[in-house]
């Protein structure tokens, strides 16, 4: 949490008291995580772990999807390399697949970007499906 920003030094204060320094300040304020699909475990953070290690524990077949391409994509590629691991570290082979309204993964973060987690995916054998939710694709 953030208690005080202090725009001409070019730095915020924690709620510890530590200053943090930046050179561009991005505040997102009012974000608040709502249930996308009912019967889907929406993960909005820490609160959420344990839906997410108890659907590793019920399967190893599981589908990471983001249903807006407007949303913050990283957390769901993370998400799915994780659970992936997770599920090989238990022993079991994981069938994952990612699902995003994206034309390539982190798209807006341009194809650098989507190439090197496209091949992060592919790696841990991720399946990835693009154009989600796009009529005629």
């Not at 475990?41 to 959420?48: H, K, L, P, Q, V």
């Not at 238990?90 to 309204?101: A, F, K, L, S, Y």
């Not at 034309?103 to 499906?129: D, N, T, V």
Request: charged share 20%; aromatic share 6%.
């Amino acid at each position: 949490m953030l208690t005080r920003v202090e725009p001409d030094a070019r730095f915020v204060v924690d709620g510890s008291g530590e200053p943090i320094h930046y050179d561009k300040l991005l505040i997102a304020v009012g974000a608040q995580p709502k249930p996308a699909l009912d019967g889907a475990i929406s993960f909005g953070g820490s609160a959420d772990a344990p839906a997410v290690t108890q659907a590793l524990a019920d399967s190893a077949r599981l589908a990471f999807v983001l249903p807006s391409a407007s949303g913050w994509a990283l957390p769901i590629y993370e998400l799915a390399i994780m659970a992936a691991t997770e599920l090989r570290n238990r022993g079991r082979e994981p069938r994952i697949t990612v699902v995003t309204p994206e034309s390539a993964p982190l798209a807006a973060f341009g194809a650098e970007a989507g190439a090197a987690i496209s091949a992060l995916l592919a790696e841990r054998g991720i399946a990835l499906r693009t154009h989600a939710g796009r009529r005629g694709r």
